[in-house]
């Protein structure tokens, strides 16, 4: 493989006389020094006009070449594919356990917020000396009313505007 000198530096030739773009040409650089197994096809004759130009195979243990994944584009996203889903490399279940214990936590985390945010309007609706409290809450205005004459006009506003 060669440059073109007259590409100005974006395109490499090949030795097959075919051009490929500098960092598409990196990236498959990239995979190879990654895992020699790994192999990067240019589908030129894609089966449909909505197939994806490129395939991602691996030379298996058992000698097949098979597919890993198809891709529309060349760049970083693709190696950072292939290193989420390596399991040579890493313990990508433990990394999902992980991944997932956090997204619990902040649910809990939320839904404690929300429950402190609910006590404390409980708490002053309690402590006031009104006999009518209004309040904001998730963005409606809620009335509440103690006097048994006006009971039946305690409503939540957003009720009102119909």
Same mark, same amino acid.
């Given at each position: 493989m060669y440059d073109d000198p007259n590409d100005r530096g974006h395109l490499v030739r090949l030795d097959d006389n075919s051009f490929v773009e500098r960092d598409v040409l990196n990236i498959i650089e990239k995979i190879y020094h990654y895992d020699p197994n790994l192999k990067v096809q240019y589908l %030129?004759?894609?089966?449909? #006009?909505?197939?994806?130009?490129?395939?991602?195979?691996?030379?298996?243990?058992?000698?097949?070449?098979?597919?890993?994944?198809?891709?529309?584009?060349?760049?970083?996203?693709?190696?950072?594919?292939?290193?989420?889903?390596?399991?040579?490399?890493?313990?990508? #279940?433990?990394?999902?356990?992980?991944?997932?214990?956090? #997204?619990?936590?902040?649910?809990?985390?939320?839904? %404690?917020?929300?429950?402190?945010?609910?006590?404390?309007?409980t708490?002053?609706?309690?402590?006031?000396p009104k006999g009518r409290y209004s309040f904001n809450y998730d963005g409606r205005w809620v009335e509440i009313d103690d006097d048994p004459l006006r009971r039946e006009k305690v409503r939540d506003n957003a009720d009102s505007e119909h």
């Open positions: %030129e004759q894609a089966a449909s #006009l909505g197939d994806a130009p490129w395939r991602i195979v691996e030379l298996c243990r058992d000698g097949q070449w098979r597919t890993v994944f198809y891709v529309w584009t060349l760049d970083q996203r693709v190696l950072d594919r292939l290193y989420a889903a390596d399991t040579h490399h890493h313990n990508v #279940l433990a990394k999902l356990d992980a991944h997932n214990a956090s #997204l619990k936590r902040d649910a809990q985390r939320r839904y %404690e917020d929300k429950r402190l945010e609910q006590l404390d309007i708490k002053h609706v309690l402590d006031s």
